[in-house]
């Protein structure tokens, strides 16, 4: 399978305008790629687009779970973009809370960013990727699409699912010339976690010291793990890990399937635990 050249030819990043989605807009602007650049928050958009002002980038503004609004941002991203080459979709969110805390409506919420947003986009920008000589679909997932943590449902939920539509679609796509991979991050200083929802039945400080716990485990540096992510989507990976946590955790799932949970909960006790106060420091 031949790698991707991405020189000249354009790559559309979802989530771009902070986090993943900025840090490999970056690296792939130092590689010469034409960039399309998609997410909500308009003026980080534009703060990345004047720092990566020596290549041709556009910027596009859209709530991804508005599908007819994503038609218009892909017809638009189409029409400024003739050789459309990758789709990394790094949009996303967390969010904190155990079932009885948590609504259907918090869980919808999060399930329509990050599953529902991810296939949207993608179904709206695959007749562009068919044009392409050669092409390569690349979806963030997570660690927590391989095992799934207490107080994380719906986010694993959304990551199994994102797991579960790349897998599907790269068997789709398997007599063409578009290839599908997806990433699984584990421990990236991002901030997502800290900057991510939580159940409205939360205590806020109780909230707030769960995700400080979590983030405090994080060690992969973001712009490590960006070069990876588009190292694997050059190559056209179908599986990228990412974090040394990454590997553990799959390597644990498959010896232990069903039993890796209680290797994982000590570790994570403190960052999951969203019902009681840490105890005062004496």
Aim: charged fraction near 20%.
């Amino acid at each position: 399978m031949p790698r991707l050249k991405v020189a000249g030819a354009t790559s559309v990043i979802t989530g771009a305008a902070s986090g993943m989605g900025a840090e490999i807009a970056r690296k792939l602007a130092t590689r010469g790629a034409h960039l399309a650049l998609i997410d909500r928050d308009s003026g980080g958009l534009e703060d990345l687009a004047g720092e990566l002002a020596a290549t041709h980038v556009t910027t596009h503004t859209v709530d991804l779970r508005d599908d007819t609004a994503v038609q218009a941002v892909a017809e638009e991203v189409m029409g400024q973009h003739p050789h459309i080459q990758t789709l990394i979709t790094c949009a996303g969110s967390s969010m904190l809370g155990s079932l009885e805390q948590l609504t259907m409506e918090e869980m919808r919420w999060l399930m329509d960013v990050n599953l529902w947003g991810t296939v949207s986009i993608t179904q709206a920008l695959l007749p562009a990727l068919r044009r392409a000589p050669e092409a390569h679909i690349t979806h963030l997932a997570s660690v927590y699409a391989l095992a799934s943590p207490a107080g994380r449902i719906p986010y694993a939920m959304s990551k199994y699912a994102v797991r579960a539509f790349s897998e599907a679609l790269r068997h789709e796509l398997e007599d063409t010339r578009i290839t599908v991979g997806a990433v699984y991050p584990a421990g990236v200083r991002t901030g997502i976690i800290l900057h991510g929802r939580y159940a409205a039945a939360i205590d806020p400080n109780v909230a707030s010291r769960a995700a400080a716990a979590q983030a405090a485990m994080y060690t992969t540096d973001p712009d490590d793990a960006a070069e990876q992510i588009v190292r694997g989507t050059i190559q056209r990976k179908a599986r990228v890990m990412v974090g040394r946590e990454a590997r553990l955790i799959d390597a644990l799932v498959r010896v232990a399937p069903t039993g890796y949970w209680r290797a994982m909960r000590g570790p994570l006790r403190e960052a999951i635990d969203t019902t009681t106060p840490m105890p005062p420091v004496a």
